[in-house]
């Protein structure tokens, strides 16, 4: 498995280019803004962009989405059912709006991407269809965990219960697992599970 960051916008969004470099299947994980790099990049790898994963529907991890959708029309939109709404409705994102994504996935669930298994886990409580994404040992974690923080609760649909009991989901795997968040820099779970003071 092949992983390429691209850090992007005003508040440094991490999108990621991740692909099987057995079968060139590629998947974009968020969609922060329109960036012509990004297309570039799956154009010069020779990548076939099966799927473009929303992990939650906030602005800055969406409004690329329909830049995307053009540039890559074979690409399926992937995200979580439960943030339909937020997705859909501007009030709720302050993003583009009018996302529909093509599959909807709930916990659990899991979609092949070459010889890669991508599985979701949904982690709500930043908001309520955010989701994770885990692919061999790299968990990609949205705005739910960061290094020696969490993300943000005050949001709408934004529930800190439910933020708690997803980490607790997310301790539970192996403390090697490598942690890829939505912004920031790359930690691990073990690092989270000692060092990180929000738990």
Aim: charged share 25%; glycine share 10%.
């Amino acid at each position: 498995m092949q992983i390429k960051k691209f850090v992007i916008g005003m508040i440094e969004n991490n999108d990621y280019l991740v692909w099987d470099e057995n079968t060139n299947a590629a998947a974009l994980i968020d969609a922060t803004d329109n960036k012509k790099e990004i297309v570039d990049e799956v154009i010069r790898l020779g990548l076939n962009l099966q799927y473009i994963i929303l992990t939650h529907g906030h602005f800055d991890h969406t409004t690329g989405t329909k830049f995307y959708q053009n540039a890559f029309p074979k690409a399926k939109l992937v995200a979580c059912k439960k943030e339909a709404k937020m997705l859909y409705e501007r009030a709720l994102s302050h993003g583009p709006g009018g996302i529909v994504a093509d599959i909807w996935i709930k916990d659990n669930d899991e979609l092949e991407l070459g010889d890669i298994t991508l599985k979701f886990i949904e982690t709500p409580g930043h908001s309520k269809g955010g989701m994770c994404i885990l692919a061999e040992d790299v968990l990609f974690s949205g705005d739910t965990l960061f290094q020696c923080s969490v993300g943000r609760t005050d949001l709408p649909t934004g529930d800190g219960e439910e933020l708690m009991q997803s980490l607790n989901k997310l301790f539970a795997l192996p403390d090697d697992t490598r942690v890829l968040p939505g912004h920031g820099a790359e930690t691990s779970i073990g690092f989270e599970k000692r060092y990180n003071p929000f738990v």
